[in-house]
Structure formats: C-alpha cells, structure tokens
C-alpha cells in the first residue's frame, strides 16, 4: 500500500525558515511527480510546488517562487519542501501527494491528478 508521510510542521515567526519531509513508500515512484499542497480553514487545497522523481523538473506556485525550494532524495525516498522568509499567509496545513507523470502532463497544479496524499502537517507563521 502507497503511503505518503509528512513531518517538520510547527510554529514559526514571520521570516523564518521551516523544512517540510515526506516519507514515501509501498511503490516504486520512479514514472511519478511529487507534489505539496497547503490549505487553511475555510479555503480550498492548493498548489505550493511539485517535483518529478527524477528531480529534473521543479515547478512552484507564483506566491512561493524565491522562498520555498522544494527537492527529493530517492535514496531515502524522502520528498521535502524548504521554507524560508515564511509569511503569515503561508499559514495551512501542508499536505504531500504523487501521482504519475502521465497523468500530471500539464496538471501539475491540479491536486485532482494526484493519486496519493500524505495526512497533512500543521505550519503556522505568526505576524
């Protein structure tokens, strides 16, 4: 069975820096993208930064270019999400997900094209 793990959420203040991981098992990922996704109460889930497998690729949402980095380590089939100069509005819970390149193809940003989510970690920026 897949399973997606994360970790590393907490409290932070303003401009500071947290790392998101996510522990990936039951499969082989190599054909897979990985992505990470926030939501925070009242809102919908949405696109932060995906990665292929591979790491060949990297793509952000336009709200975390420059900030957040995110990156993958197959040996330890760990995907993480780097988090610097962190703003209140980053506030959410944080979820990881996969799915397959194919179905991904011009949907990276889509969390409907995701097969598999993780349970989600709390990061909460204070003002």
């Known amino acids: 069975q897949v399973q997606l793990v994360e970790s590393g959420g907490g409290l932070v203040q303003a401009g500071g820096s947290l790392r998101l991981s996510c522990a990936a098992s039951g499969r082989t990922f190599s054909n897979y993208a990985m992505g990470w996704f926030h939501q925070a109460p009242g809102k919908e889930r949405e696109f932060v930064a995906a990665?292929?497998?591979?790491?060949?690729?990297?793509y952000y949402a336009d709200s975390v270019k420059g900030r957040f980095t995110i990156s993958i380590d197959n040996a330890k089939n760990t995907v993480y999400l780097q988090m610097n100069s962190l703003k209140p509005e980053d506030t959410a819970v944080y979820y990881c997900?996969?799915?397959?390149?194919?179905?991904?193809?011009?949907?990276?940003?889509?969390?409907?094209?995701?097969?598999?989510w993780g349970q989600g970690t709390q990061v909460t920026v204070s003002s």
């Open positions: 997900a996969a799915g397959t390149t194919d179905s991904l193809h011009l949907g990276v940003r889509d969390p409907r094209r995701y097969a598999y």
């Open positions: 990665i292929r497998w591979s790491g060949s690729n990297t």
